[in-house]
């Protein structure tokens, strides 16, 4: 579904063992775990003791195409060598650990528990990054799901260091939601292309009657089904969808995977013909984030959030809250939810058609018709989003932001989207997240979040935790439960 945007992750092993230990407990263990994993985890030949055999090893794994490597603690293990794997392997790389119990506790010992200890401390040391599971010892079982665990986080931390993001104007005037230092790109290896309204323009005319524009309109009717579209404003947003393309693969350069920042309003519409919403959507069901108001961070968020999911997602606003009397019809009784738990989240029509309910259609931006067109006239350019309710689902609601002072930090809150009419416009939807008052006041408000938050259709916070933290990421903020207060929370509130 997402396409060749997201990494592909090639996942190789690597078993390293001190030389004072058999050597046989460190490969029969690898062999053990590569076993219990199945198809798709390349054992390395070479078990490291020595810096000599390191090289070999990530030669070897380098040359079996590996772009990310378990390095395995079948014994106590050598600290130097099996770090300077991680040191010289160009991708993530994970750590972990031989539990005891599959030979006997002399000769079959092997302390890895204790070796696990010597290896962080190295790792520090060389200031290395690297994942290591929650409890990173184990049987060959146990270490074989940490490695699936291992598996979403090693393609999102591959795509960022691979990710060009492409804007396309400057924000919107007083929408400082949208503007951030782009410092903190480049500290975890994004690149960033930005360019002007104008460039977008140009090329989108260089692509009047493009020969594929009628079959990307042919797809676009397919998709929505009759009497959800604008038959005329096929060829406008195909049009667009295929300068968008185009202009991703003309301008990653040396980067593999793209994103894109867009300027949608309020000249957006009236020079182009149409909101551009409706396509924002489809290139996201492709794995290609086109965040909305030139949200820059929103973008990276986004792609985040596809890598870990392996699906896609959306950007909302945090919007409004739930009216008291939909609270009391649609959801006491219904849910366990507090009013105060729940929420709309909300955009004029960037969400992913196979995300909205069944009576999803394009229409046209309410709020934009008011502000650019005649009061009273039928919509024209401010056609084109995507609107509907959002199906309920479980939902992770997060996001990777650079403050104004420079410094990355994050959130991330699980809850689920509610099956309850909103009777609103646009892609909207009824949210629910525990303890979301206070997670609102004492980290959106209190740490100065913008509005705007990615969304990943499925509960995947304990991925999105771990890609943070191996970015670097100090801050990753939660939805804290009532016995956990805030540090900035008021005891007799």
């Known amino acids: 579904m997402l396409g060749n945007n997201i990494p592909t992750v090639q996942l190789g092993i690597i078993a390293v063992s001190r ?27 070479v078990t490291v003791e020595n810096e000599l055999d390191m090289l070999k090893a990530v030669d070897d794994v380098t040359a079996a195409g590996c772009n990310a490597l378990v390095v395995f603690l079948g014994n106590f293990g050598p600290e130097t060598p099996e770090t300077e794997i991680a040191q010289r392997f160009d991708g993530p790389c994970m750590f972990v650990a031989a539990a005891e119990g599959d030979g006997n506790m002399i000769d079959g010992r092997g302390d890895a528990y204790c070796g696990m200890l010597n290896c962080s401390y190295n790792l520090g040391m060389r200031h290395l990054n690297a994942y290591i599971p929650e409890y990173p010892v184990g049987t060959a079982d146990e270490v074989a799901d940490m490695i699936r665990d291992f ?34 790109l480049y500290e975890i290896g994004v690149e960033i292309e930005e360019n002007s309204e104008l460039d977008l323009l140009v090329s989108y005319k260089e692509h009047a009657g493009d020969p594929r524009i009628p079959a990307v309109c042919a797809d676009m009717a397919a998709e929505m089904g009759e009497g959800s579209y604008y038959p005329e404003l096929n060829e406008r947003m195909a049009q667009f969808e295929l300068t968008l393309l185009d202009w991703a693969e003309a301008h990653k350069g040396s980067k593999k995977y793209v994103a894109f920042a867009d300027k ?39 792609y985040i959030g596809m890598c870990v999911s392996g699906d896609t997602v959306t950007l909302l606003d945090i919007n409004n ?21 729940t929420f709309m989240g909300f955009h004029c029509g960037n969400t992913p058609e196979c995300k909205l309910c069944s009576d999803r259609a394009v229409k046209y931006q309410l709020i934009q018709h008011r502000l650019l067109e005649p009061q009273g006239s039928e919509p024209d350019f401010t056609r084109g989003t995507l609107e509907g309710d959002i199906a309920a689902s479980p939902i992770t609601f997060y996001r990777l932001q650079c403050d104004s002072e420079g410094v990355l930090r994050s959130y991330i809150a699980q809850g689920e989207i509610l099956d309850v009419p909103t009777r609103s416009f646009g892609g909207i939807g009824v949210f629910a997240i525990p303890e979301m008052g206070r997670f ?27 890609v943070f933290k191996f970015l670097g990421v100090e801050d990753i903020a939660y939805n804290q439960p009532k016995s956990l207060p805030y540090s900035t929370e008021n005891p007799w509130s």
């Open 321 to 341: 809250s739930v009216p008291k009397y939909i609270y009391d019809e649609d959801i006491v009784g219904k849910y366990d939810y507090k009013l105060t738990d």
């Open 440 to 466: 609102y006041r004492h980290v959106l408000i209190q740490k100065r979040y913008p509005h705007h938050g990615a969304v990943a259709f499925s509960h995947v916070g304990k991925y999105l935790y771990e």
């Open 151 to 184: 598996v979403p986080v090693a393609r999102a931390i591959i795509g960022v260091k691979n990710l060009k993001i492409i804007t396309f104007g400057p924000r919107p005037q007083d929408f400082f939601a949208c503007n951030a230092p782009i410092k903190g």
């Open 264 to 302: 949608c309003w309020p000249a957006f519409p009236s020079q182009f013909g149409f909101e551009p919403c409706y396509v924002n959507s489809r290139l996201v069901s492709r794995g290609i984030p086109v965040s909305c108001e030139v949200d820059i961070y929103g973008a990276l968020s986004e």
């Open 19 to 45: 030389d004072c230990f058999p050597i046989a407990l460190s490969t029969q263990r690898r062999k053990n775990i590569v076993a219990a994993y199945g198809e798709g985890l390349y054992e390395c030949p």
